[in-house]
């Protein structure tokens, strides 16, 4: 993306999530913790379901995109500010800021779509079981996860396009530990009302419509789950909801806070900005992984096996 030419600052300054050196060192080591099992749980997630025939499924198969899309958040967030915590250099150019408002909302906009496509997978699962193979095929599969990129992708030039063209004139301290676009536009020289009101309809509705779209599946699939008269279909259903729908909670209740409200700066923003962030997609494959005997089991057999190779 182009910078304007009446932008005259051209980077600006991450102030992080604390200015206190000591609690920087104790940030550093959480968060690169946290990253290091992301990237382990997430990869091999998507690896025991690429090379596992037995869950070469819709369900895992969308499961495996979620994993991208978690590992892809967290690696456009948090490498860059374990670089800031022991950096005396806390800069970032105005490109790659604008860059990183734009990818950081076009994953968040496809996880968004993301959980409500698993939303009806489990719906056509459980409430047309029957047909669910012939509407879950992998044509449509396929065109559904590409639709849910495609959604983040205009989602993430919707936000980023209006803060590109803001004239900035100093300050360009950003108070966060990352770029995104309300922080950002805080800094402009301009008025940013129509700004900030584009920004709250476009991700508020967003995470909103998304949430409730995926709560009205779950009512239907729990209404549908009750009716089912052996306890134990009863329970197997329930459980796989469960952990999308506890995943669900995780990823929208932060968000939904985030950006349903008015364009006000709070105290815990940044620390709610880090729960989706960085706790978040360290969760997931966990959440995903002890709550499913099938997924643990395949696990199992892949390390099984690499061990034997040794």
């Not at 990253?35 to 749980?41: K, R």
């Not at 025939?53 to 369900?59: A, E, G, N």
């Not at 992998?138 to 590109?164: D, E, M, N, Y």
Request: charged letters at 15%; proline letters at 4%; glycine letters at 4%.
């Amino acid at each position: 993306m182009s910078v304007s030419n009446d932008t005259r600052v051209t980077q600006f300054i991450l102030l992080g999530l604390t200015s206190d050196p000591d609690l920087q060192r104790m940030f550093f080591g959480l968060c690169l913790m946290m990253y290091l099992l992301n990237v382990a749980g997430n990869l091999l997630i998507v690896v025991t379901i690429c090379v596992d025939s037995q869950l070469h499924t819709p369900m895992y198969f969308f499961l495996s995109n979620l994993s991208l899309l978690d590992l892809g958040v967290a690696t456009l967030a948090v490498p860059k500010s374990l670089f800031n915590f022991v950096s005396q250099s806390k800069t970032i150019s105005f490109n790659d800021c604008i860059a990183q408002v734009f990818f950081f909302h076009f994953i968040e906009g496809a996880e968004c779509f993301h959980l409500v496509l698993m939303a009806y997978d489990r719906y056509v699962a459980i409430y047309n079981p029957l047909r669910y193979v012939r509407i879950m095929n992998t044509r449509a599969c396929l065109l559904l996860v590409v639709s849910t990129w495609a959604g983040g992708f205009i989602h993430g030039l919707a936000q980023s396009f209006p803060v590109v063209y803001l004239p900035y004139c100093g300050p360009n301290e950003i108070n966060n530990f990352f770029c995104d676009a309300h922080p950002l536009s805080l800094l402009a020289c301009s008025s940013t009302y129509l700004t900030e009101i584009a920004d709250m309809i476009n991700s508020g509705i967003l995470t909103l419509g998304c949430f409730l779209v995926v709560f009205i599946s779950y009512v239907y699939i729990i209404a549908t789950v009750l009716k089912i008269r052996s306890a134990e279909g009863r329970q197997k259903a329930f459980s796989t909801c469960a952990s999308h729908l506890l995943v669900v909670i995780l990823f929208f209740g932060p968000l939904i806070f985030m950006y349903m409200r008015p364009s006000v700066t709070f105290v815990g923003d940044k620390m709610v900005a880090c729960f989706y962030t960085v706790v978040t997609p360290v969760l997931n494959p966990f959440i995903y992984t002890l709550r499913n005997e099938k997924m643990k089991k395949a696990m199992k057999r892949l390390i099984d096996r690499k061990m034997s190779l040794l």
